[in-house]
């Protein structure tokens, strides 16, 4: 038997529908050039280049000093809960409840959560494609089924309510939706989310909103979806406009009727999320920590306004331009290149060819993945202006 390839027992059969993520075996690729002695220009995985800033820093090493590592409430700290229910009055105006809100190991447990207590066996549940891949394994994790829709640049790549009214059948549970979207970077438009929330509602189904990239919004205020109803349930996270991915925190909020269902399930699943990050968190919502990460914001907004032109002038055409999150979803059928339109291809030859890591469509979904990458702006401003320098040679 062959040890690496061959299982020693059987896998479940949700492991085979799970695809790897093609941005990672490009990274793995990037880090054995790297190792080989070739400098390479990441703008593929969607971490923010900036870290955690010292008054996080701080308050993470006080929390150590003082011993308080210990288990929390599965909810979270009850300080932090009434912090984050702060922040949505400060920053979106409206009224949260702190005992709405749960506190979770990062927003992909909080997404886990949501499905472990909404999806059954065989339940649908629309998103768009593309999206973000996990959305879909969260779903299939569950035993149900992510239905894809097909969603371009007319749509803003996002989900609509027409379609919700068009596709809704007696299988259909809900939808999961993110506003502002990886890959795209856009954010679904106020009155649309409403009407979608309303859609949904009328066929007694759930909504499920990713808001992880809402604080970094470029254009209008952005409008929380928990705007339109205590029956809507958000999601966001302290990895982005935070800047504290590997610290794995997040948190939902949801219905008050649910806090129960969600309370136990994150007892049996994952006890609690890290007392120490939730201990440092606390300090994102101070002022002055407030006023470095809009600082941030800025810097991720001028990189935005430098490199969608940029990818222009290199034959990509960007169909809607990003009003959020750090990315860019272009259009490669048109460049100057023999894989022009063959994304695999073309970022491959980019990497090896340019020294410049991007991303394939292929991800996101089945809509046109051969047609589009997606570039990630979370890296400094000079290497991006090096990135496209070293693509003008290459095209």
Same mark, same amino acid.
């Given at each position: 038997?062959?040890?690496?390839t061959?299982?020693?027992?059987?896998?479940?059969?949700?492991?085979?529908?799970?695809?790897?993520?093609?941005?990672?075996?490009?990274a793995?690729?990037?880090?054995?050039?790297?190792?080989?002695?070739r400098?390479?220009?990441?703008?593929?995985?969607g971490?923010?280049?900036?870290?955690?800033?010292?008054?996080?820093?701080?308050?993470?090493?006080n929390?150590?000093?003082?011993?308080?590592?210990?288990?929390?409430?599965?909810?979270?700290l009850?300080?932090?809960?009434?912090?984050?229910?702060?922040?949505?009055?400060?920053?979106?105006?409206?009224?949260?409840d702190?005992?709405?809100?749960?506190?979770?190991?990062?927003?992909?447990a909080?997404?886990?959560?949501?499905?472990?207590?909404?999806?059954?066996?065989?339940?649908?549940?629309?998103?768009?494609?593309?999206?973000?891949?996990?959305?879909?394994?969260?779903?299939?994790?569950?035993?149900?089924k992510?239905?894809?829709?097909?969603?371009?640049?007319?749509?803003?790549?996002?989900?609509?309510a027409?379609?919700?009214?068009?596709?809704?059948?007696?299988?259909t549970r809900?939808?999961?939706?993110?506003?502002p979207?990886?890959?795209?970077?856009t954010?679904?438009?106020?009155?649309?989310?409403?009407?979608?929330?309303?859609?949904?509602?009328?066929?007694?189904?759930?909504?499920?909103?990713?808001?992880?990239?809402?604080?970094?919004s470029?254009?209008?205020?952005?409008?929380?979806?928990?705007?339109?109803?205590?029956?809507?349930?958000?999601?966001?996270?302290?990895?982005?406009?935070?800047?504290?991915?590997?610290w794995?925190?997040?948190?939902?909020?949801v219905?008050?009727?649910?806090v $129960? /269902? #969600?309370?136990?399930? &994150?007892?049996?699943?994952?006890?609690?999320?890290? @007392?120490?990050?939730?201990? !440092? +968190? =606390?300090?994102?919502?101070?002022?002055?920590?407030?006023?470095?990460?809009?600082?941030?914001?800025?810097?991720?907004?001028?990189?935005?306004?430098?490199?969608v032109?940029?990818?222009?002038?290199?034959?990509?055409?960007?169909?809607v331009?990003?009003? $959020? /999150? #750090?990315y860019v979803? &272009?259009?490669?059928?048109?460049?100057?290149?023999? @894989?022009?339109?063959?994304? !695999? +291809? =073309?970022?491959k030859?980019?990497l090896?060819?340019?020294?410049?890591?991007?991303?394939?469509?292929?991800?996101?979904g089945?809509?046109?993945?051969?047609?589009?990458?997606?570039?990630?702006?979370?890296?400094?401003?000079?290497?991006?202006?090096?990135?496209?320098?070293?693509?003008?040679?290459?095209?």
């Open positions: 038997m062959n040890s690496v061959e299982p020693l027992v059987r896998l479940a059969a949700r492991v085979d529908a799970i695809q790897p993520f093609y941005v990672m075996e490009l793995k690729e990037a880090a054995l050039l790297e190792r080989e002695g400098n390479i220009i990441h703008m593929g995985i971490e923010p280049d900036f870290t955690a800033p010292e008054p996080v820093i701080e308050a993470a090493a929390a150590m000093r003082r011993g308080v590592t210990q288990y929390t409430s599965a909810l979270g009850h300080s932090l809960r009434e912090a984050i229910a702060g922040h949505y009055a400060q920053a979106y105006g409206i009224s949260v702190p005992a709405r809100v749960v506190v979770t190991a990062g927003a992909s909080a997404l886990l959560l949501a499905c472990a207590a909404l999806v059954d066996r065989d339940d649908e549940v629309l998103m768009p494609d593309p999206c973000y891949p996990c959305n879909r394994h969260f779903v299939a994790a569950m035993e149900g992510p239905v894809l829709v097909p969603s371009g640049p007319a749509e803003r790549f996002q989900l609509t027409a379609d919700v009214e068009s596709l809704w059948n007696e299988r809900g939808v999961l939706l993110a506003s979207s990886n890959p795209t970077g954010s679904i438009e106020t009155a649309e989310l409403k009407r979608i929330v309303e859609a949904v509602r009328a066929r007694g189904g759930f909504t499920i909103v990713d808001e992880i990239y809402q604080g970094l470029y254009g209008a205020p952005p409008v929380s979806a928990l705007s339109y109803g205590d029956d809507v349930i958000t999601v966001n996270s302290f990895s982005k406009y935070f800047n504290m991915t590997g794995r925190l997040g948190w939902l909020v219905p008050p009727s649910l $129960g /269902a #969600f309370e136990k399930l &994150a007892q049996n699943l994952f006890i609690c999320a890290s @007392a120490l990050a939730q201990h !440092a +968190a =606390l300090a994102c919502f101070e002022p002055d920590t407030l006023a470095i990460y809009e600082a941030r914001r800025l810097e991720f907004k001028r990189r935005r306004d430098f490199i032109p940029a990818l222009e002038t290199l034959g990509f055409s960007v169909p331009m990003p009003d $959020g /999150a #750090f979803y &272009a259009d490669c059928t048109h460049v100057t290149h023999a @894989a022009a339109g063959d994304s !695999a +291809a =073309l970022t030859a980019m090896h060819d340019a020294g410049v890591v991007l991303v394939p469509g292929m991800d996101f089945n809509h046109a993945p051969r047609s589009y990458i997606r570039l990630s702006y979370a890296t400094a401003y000079s290497k991006l202006e090096e990135a496209v320098e070293r693509l003008r040679g290459f095209f």
